[in-house]
């Protein structure tokens, strides 16, 4: 397997004098509902960039965000976002008890009742950083902001539902559209990473997006598959106790990309992704993540470096950096207490 660290596929760069910075996070946050038999049983911070910069913010890569809200917005967050004084916070209601949602999911339908205003190429710094992460879950993206990222950005991941999201108008509820057809499509020869769930990757031709970048493809409890070019494997999930999947890619894609800057392969990153999935699956909202357990998984990601640096044959068996941090995790694990369900967006004690 030959998936390593993508190389930089933007334009060439004049001489630079500053540093990159690290991380650029675009997308909003928003207010979720979760609803279940007609009641809310929690009301929660979300986004995809809340999640992710979560993850980042507890593994301690450093990360700038872009994000709008509306005058409503009631969380306190380490990134302040750009507040649009007349307008309304993103709003998704999560149904648990609809069946199957416009997206596939058997577990949640997904309506967005309110939307905040789009993230304009304007709203983004002109710095450069290392990783540009493209993470609307609104429809917030727009294909010239996706520009402006590829621009800036020596390497960004795309999560796919900042692309493809369409919303009925009537209930706001979610439906997907093809890749193809998203008004994003010509600049994707210039992105890094592609992340979709296996719902959203039948709406995508893998076979022709493996070409044009590393496409990765998240399965719930299954862990994930990677592809790119002709190599493809599949990355093994950790067990977890499933109380809401809500925020879960956004989690391994946080993952995947603190294993990028850690100078891990893809195959290592995409593991770190799925332990980041799996501990944010056993929560409503946020999870908090467990100090011991990051110190852990620091530190075999260090160990792993060293390792790969010294004998190409640990490169390729990720197997083993997955048994090293099962216990990590494990650890975490035990010493948790149930989470709590949210009720007006107080947050999760644990
Ligand atoms: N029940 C689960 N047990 C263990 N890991 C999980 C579980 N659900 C999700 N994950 C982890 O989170 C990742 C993303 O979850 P997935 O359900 O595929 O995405 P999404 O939340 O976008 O639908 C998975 O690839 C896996 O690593
Ligand atoms: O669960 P997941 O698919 O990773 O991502 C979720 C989005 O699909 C949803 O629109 C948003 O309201 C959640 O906060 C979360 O970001």
């Known amino acids: 397997m030959t998936l390593n660290p993508p190389p930089s596929q933007q334009t ?81 209601e999560a149904y ?37 992460m493209a993470v609307g879950v609104g429809g917030e993206i727009l294909p010239e902001t ?27 509820a979610v439906k997907l559209v093809d890749l193809k057809e998203s008004g994003f499509f010509h600049i994707l020869h210039r992105i890094g990473f592609l992340k979709a769930s296996s719902d959203e990757a039948l709406f995508m031709d893998v076979e ?8 990765v493809v998240t399965n719930g409890e299954k862990g994930c598959r990677i592809y790119h070019m002709d190599d493809e494997m599949t990355v093994p999930p950790f067990l977890a106790k499933q109380v809401d999947p809500t925020g879960a ?27 980041f999935g799996s501990i944010t699956v056993e929560h409503i909202g946020q999870p908090k993540f467990d100090l011991m357990m990051l110190q852990r998984v620091k530190d075999e990601v260090q160990k792993r470096k060293k390792q790969c640096n010294l004998s190409s044959s640990h490169k390729n068996d990720h197997n083993e950096f997955h048994e090293r941090l099962s216990p990590a995790r494990f650890s975490c694990v035990d010493s948790q207490l149930q989470p709590k369900l949210l009720v007006n967006g107080h947050s999760c004690d644990r």
């Open 12 to 92: 060439p760069q004049s001489p630079r004098r500053i540093p990159n910075r690290r991380v650029l996070i675009v997308g909003n946050y928003c207010h979720d509902v979760l609803i279940q038999n007609g009641s809310v049983v929690a009301e929660t911070l979300g986004g995809a960039a809340s999640f992710i910069s979560n993850v980042l913010d507890s593994s301690s890569v450093s990360c700038e965000l872009v994000s709008k809200v509306g005058h409503d917005f009631r969380y306190e967050v380490i990134h302040s976002p750009i507040v649009a004084p007349d307008k309304e916070t993103t709003i998704f």
């Open 96 to 132: 648990f008890d609809l069946g199957i949602d416009g997206i596939g999911h058997a577990d949640r339908v997904l309506k967005r009742v309110s939307a905040c205003d789009p993230i304009l190429p304007s709203d983004i710094p002109d710095s450069r950083f290392d990783f540009g």
């Open 146 to 172: 996706l520009e402006k990222m590829v621009e800036i950005c020596d390497v960004v991941a795309v999560d796919i539902q900042a692309l493809i999201r369409v919303f009925d108008p009537v209930d706001g």
């Open 208 to 215: 022709q997006m493996k070409q044009l970048c590393c496409v």
């Open 249 to 275: 890619g956004d989690s391994f894609l946080g993952g995947l990309v603190v294993g990028l800057v850690e100078g891990l392969t893809v195959p290592d990153a995409a593991l770190l992704g799925n332990l």
